[in-house]
């Protein structure tokens, strides 16, 4: 088993990335009860961490305050920065030792990449091969390290009414976004063949959860209904999408860090398809019961809007080579997933309106300096 001891996550006040640090710290939101009785006992970090995050529109700092609060300065560091700036990540590699990336940070919205792709290169492709090219330079003499991609299941394509991707599936990226991420992915696999780079790769489906910035389907439709707003649904609502807990996606990265077989990919799934106007009829329930709405009401809000560009119909994930080859499983059952993530947005309101006042942004302008 191979040990954690300095690790970059870059976007690691995003989402994806505050759980991931928060779950080596031992310090889960809103994962008590039924599939997180274990506290992630494989999770036996005592290294340190280097969060490298440019604070755009959805990394927030504030996400990991308890954490630098505790371990700020002798186990936490917190650098405010992006991909984008080599010197700066040749530093990084240099002042810490870094032996282990961890690679979320990414332009990550389909809706975002269709009216504006040039960040989406900028940062996926481009800001991916400057981490390669550090990690090349300061990793050429070193044998325990290990540059780990996390990537998506929007870069197989779409899907008819069955089959699921697999690692071997051909990419078939359909929207900007989509085709950022799958060219950071073959720039991560040619390291490895050209340079012996030691990589893995992960390919996920859909992740849900708490700190999810509010744009993205569950939380945007959790807060529209709480504040009584339409209810958005592209098209005829039937796209399918596959489900998987932040905190499954979580353990699964970390399983791959520590026993994955460099050079290898790993699907990580949910095995957990939904229709889009199903899932939402399942959070129209939920929120209803536990906030008080008349849920009557609240579906006469749902609102059926044009569908976007390259709307990709269905994903699935075949994640049997993770659970095969390193035993991971998912934890979470869905259901109790998409209600204790209610309960945490219900019981963080003040984080949802802050995110959505923008006096995050103004904090962080504050206390970081303007980006």
Same mark, same amino acid.
């Given at each position: 088993?191979?040990?954690?001891?300095?690790?970059?996550?870059?976007?690691?006040?995003?989402?994806?990335?505050?759980?991931?640090?928060?779950?080596?710290?031992?310090?889960?939101?809103?994962?008590?009860?039924?599939?997180?009785?274990?506290?992630?006992?494989?999770?036996?970090?005592? #290294?340190?961490?280097?969060? $490298? %995050? !440019? /604070?755009?529109?959805?990394?927030?700092?504030?996400?990991?305050?308890?954490?630098? *609060? =505790?371990?700020?300065?002798?186990?936490?560091?917190?650098?405010?920065?992006?991909? #984008?700036?080599?010197?700066? $990540? %040749? !530093? /990084?590699?240099?002042?810490?030792?870094?032996?282990?990336?961890?690679?979320?940070? *990414? =332009?990550?919205?389909?809706?975002?990449?269709?009216?504006?792709?040039?960040?989406?290169?900028?940062?996926?492709? $481009?800001?991916?091969?400057?981490?390669?090219?550090?990690?090349?330079?300061?990793?050429?003499?070193?044998? =325990?390290?290990?540059?780990?991609?996390?990537?998506?299941?929007?870069?197989?394509?779409?899907?008819?009414?069955?089959?699921?991707?697999?690692?071997?599936?051909?990419?078939?990226?359909?929207?900007?976004?989509?085709?950022?991420?799958?060219?950071?992915?073959?720039?991560?696999?040619?390291?490895?063949?050209?340079?012996?780079?030691?990589?893995?790769?992960?390919?996920?489906?859909?992740?849900?959860?708490?700190?999810?910035?509010?744009?993205?389907?569950?939380?945007?439709?959790?807060?529209?209904?709480?504040?009584?707003?339409?209810?958005?649904?592209?098209?005829?609502?039937?796209?399918?999408?596959?489900?998987?807990?932040?905190?499954?996606?979580?353990?699964?990265?970390?399983?791959?860090?520590?026993?994955?077989?460099?050079?290898?990919?790993?699907?990580?799934?949910?095995?957990?398809?939904?229709?889009?106007?199903?899932?939402?009829?399942?959070?129209?329930?939920?929120?209803?019961?536990?906030?008080?709405?008349?849920?009557?009401?609240?579906?006469?809000?749902?609102?059926?809007?044009?569908?976007?560009?390259?709307?990709?119909?269905?994903?699935?994930?075949?994640?049997?080579?993770?659970?095969?080859?390193?035993?991971?499983?998912?934890?979470?059952?869905?259901?109790?997933?998409?209600?204790?993530?209610?309960?945490?947005?219900?019981?963080?309101?003040?984080?949802?309106?802050?995110?959505?006042?923008?006096?995050?942004?103004?904090?962080?302008?504050?206390?970081?300096?303007?980006?």
């Amino acid at each position: 088993m191979r040990v954690l001891n300095n690790v970059l996550v870059t976007g690691g006040s995003g989402f994806i990335g505050t759980n991931f640090i928060r779950f080596l710290f031992n310090r889960e939101q809103g994962v008590s009860g039924d599939g997180f009785q274990d506290k992630a006992p494989e999770a036996e970090f005592s #290294g340190r961490v280097i969060n $490298l %995050d !440019s /604070l755009s529109y959805a990394g927030n700092p504030a996400n990991l305050s308890d954490i630098e *609060a =505790e371990y700020g300065g002798k186990r936490y560091f917190f650098i405010k920065g992006g991909i #984008g700036d080599s010197g700066l $990540l %040749d !530093s /990084l590699f240099g002042d810490y030792g870094v032996d282990t990336v961890v690679h979320f940070a *990414a =332009e990550s919205h389909v809706d975002r990449s269709i009216l504006g792709p040039r960040v989406f290169i900028e940062t996926n492709v $481009l800001g991916t091969f400057n981490l390669l090219e550090a990690a090349r330079k300061h990793w050429k003499d070193r044998s =325990e390290t290990r540059f780990h991609q996390i990537s998506t299941d929007e870069v197989y394509g779409s899907l008819e009414e069955s089959g699921a991707f697999t690692e071997d599936t051909a990419y078939a990226p359909r929207s900007p976004y989509s085709a950022s991420k799958a060219a950071g992915d073959h720039l991560v696999y040619s390291y490895f063949h050209t340079y012996g780079l030691p990589v893995t790769l992960s390919n996920c489906s859909n992740n849900y959860g708490p700190f999810q910035f509010p744009e993205k389907f569950i939380p945007l439709m959790i807060q529209n209904i709480l504040e009584g707003k339409a209810l958005p649904v592209y098209g005829d609502g039937k796209n399918i999408r596959d489900w998987v807990h932040v905190y499954d996606h979580n353990r699964a990265v970390y399983l791959v860090l520590t026993c994955g077989k460099t050079g290898e990919k790993y699907n990580i799934g949910g095995e957990n398809e939904w229709e889009n106007r199903t899932l939402l009829d399942a959070i129209i329930k939920t929120v209803s019961q536990k906030a008080g709405r008349e849920e009557a009401s609240v579906r006469a809000a749902i609102t059926y809007v044009k569908d976007r560009p390259g709307h990709d119909r269905r994903y699935a994930i075949n994640c049997g080579k993770i659970k095969r080859e390193l035993g991971w499983k998912r934890i979470m059952n869905f259901e109790a997933g998409l209600e204790q993530t209610v309960d945490w947005y219900l019981a963080n309101q003040n984080w949802v309106k802050t995110i959505q006042s923008g006096e995050y942004l103004r904090w962080i302008e504050n206390n970081y300096g303007s980006r």
